[in-house]
């Protein structure tokens, strides 16, 4: 079974269509989002099928602005002329009860030309017979790879086709297609006599062939056989090494740091006049970077048609951007425009895409190899309980290792607490080169002074 086509989407008819309906209406600025997708995914269970799934979906946004500027939106999945008509009615009708306040408005960069992404080209889909014969024999050499590993719980290969487009009344008129493939392998090992433990590895590409099956088996692997002998740690203040993949869920998780709209509602730790602070160690540097070779299926252009870029965050500490969409550029009316980071929706909202973190080394004796007494947190948990974005605190459950001289001793369970201002000032190293992750790449990230809280 192979995944059924996308809808052909035609720039130019849909265009026509939305015009001639906005213009038998009277409606003279409107704008459509369009995103179309084949999902296909299978889950395994020891040596079983468990799950088989094949979906299509098209979600269309309608957005309508009225002659008071109020702005109307709607959702479809009829891109027929009749369910268009119908949907810029609908939004029409909603825009008089549109946000008097601050109205979004069309992105006047919506029509600038794009940069093409050097990226892999689209891989063909792969029938659903393959992909489930793929990781039976993933997950059987994850079960062969050591004797307390009796399953792999959470598992699954997935692949999926995407098609963006976006069309507005100033002539704007974008399309991009991408595909994306996925495998996670979460193994979970158990002794007689001890606590069950589990890790696991995720890889991402751009279709499944090009997936690294063997590195994914063997770091799940890996990392559950290295969780399996724990001990308890004391309760204390540690320095704390961050694996890239938990350094980038912190910074994930307190994005609010540099998302303009969070700024103007009050819910960020940065003010309008924060830029140019300096927020974190003289070590760090952080950039978006939504076109980094690295990040699969990058976006071209954002929820409002807005080409995306690599924006500088933190320049050896200092902020240097905010998020923006049209709306919060406008809104702090200091130059900023729009960044590409916009998601349209009943309100525009704004997130990081891909964040790549850079360092200098700093601390030199600091090493994973060498150094005693540091706990190394491996991955991080509870984020969404775990942190208070606007006070900046975080207490947060991680696995990680107790190092020693080089060697590490899982930790049996602790958490992780500080707050996140004093964190990016107290970093104090920047080990390695950065490492890929589905979210981003990061180096080791050194902080001292962070509290860990073993268990009872």
Not at 53 to 71: C, D, E, F, P
Not at 165 to 194: D, K
């Amino acid at each position: 079974m192979t995944s059924p086509p996308l809808v052909a989407l035609d720039r130019e008819a849909l265009r026509q269509h939305m015009a001639d309906g906005a213009s038998r209406m009277g409606i003279a600025t409107w704008d459509l989002g369009i995103t179309c997708g084949n999902d296909t995914s299978v889950q395994v269970d020891r040596g079983e099928p468990k799950q088989l799934k094949a979906r299509q979906s098209t979600t269309a946004m309608v957005r309508v602005w009225n002659g008071q500027g109020l702005v109307g939106i709607t959702s479809t999945n009829d891109l027929s002329p009749p369910g268009l008509t119908a949907a810029l009615s609908g939004a029409q009708q909603a825009s008089a009860f549109g946000d008097a306040q601050s109205p979004p408005r069309l992105s006047p960069q919506a029509r600038d030309p794009l940069t093409p992404l050097h990226h892999q080209p689209r891989q063909p889909a792969l029938p659903m017979q393959t992909l489930l014969e793929r990781l039976l024999d993933a997950e059987r050499q994850v079960l062969n790879s050591h004797p307390a590993i009796s399953t792999v719980p959470y598992n699954g290969l997935a692949q999926a086709q995407r098609e963006r487009l976006y069309i507005n009344s100033a002539g704007a008129l974008r399309r991009q297609s991408t595909t994306t493939a996925s495998l996670w392998l979460y193994p979970r090992a158990e002794e007689a006599g001890r606590k069950p433990r589990s890790a696991g590895a995720v890889r991402l590409a751009p279709g499944v062939d090009a997936l690294d099956l063997e590195g994914c088996i063997a770091e799940a692997t890996e990392r559950t056989i290295s969780h399996l002998d724990y001990a308890p740690i004391d309760t204390g203040v540690y320095t704390v090494c961050f694996c890239p993949e938990a350094f980038l869920d912190l910074l994930w998780a307190f994005g609010s740091m540099v998302n303009a709209q969070a700024v103007l509602d009050g819910i960020s730790l940065s003010q309008r006049n924060s830029l140019g602070s300096q927020v974190a160690s003289p070590l760090l540097t952080v950039a978006d970077d939504a076109r980094h070779p690295r990040h699969v299926a990058a976006p071209e252009f954002d929820g409002e048609g807005t080409p995306t870029r690599r924006l500088p965050l933190i320049e050896r500490g200092h902020l240097r951007h905010f998020l923006h969409s049209e709306g919060t550029a406008r809104a702090f009316a200091d130059g900023s425009v729009a960044t590409g980071h916009a998601n349209m929706g009943a309100k525009v909202t704004l997130s990081p895409q891909w964040l790549d973190v850079e360092g200098q080394r700093g601390d030199s004796s600091l090493s994973c190899e060498s150094s005693s007494g540091v706990v190394l947190v491996d991955s991080l948990s509870a984020l969404h309980a775990g942190v208070k974005a606007s006070q900046g605190s975080f207490s947060l459950p991680f696995d990680g290792w107790l190092l020693s001289g080089g060697e590490r001793r899982s930790i049996e369970a602790a958490t992780v607490a500080g707050d996140i201002r004093s964190t990016l000032q107290r970093i104090v190293a920047c080990e390695g080169d950065p490492q890929c992750t589905p979210s981003g790449r990061s180096p080791h990230i050194w902080v001292e002074g962070l509290t860990i809280t073993g268990e009872a």
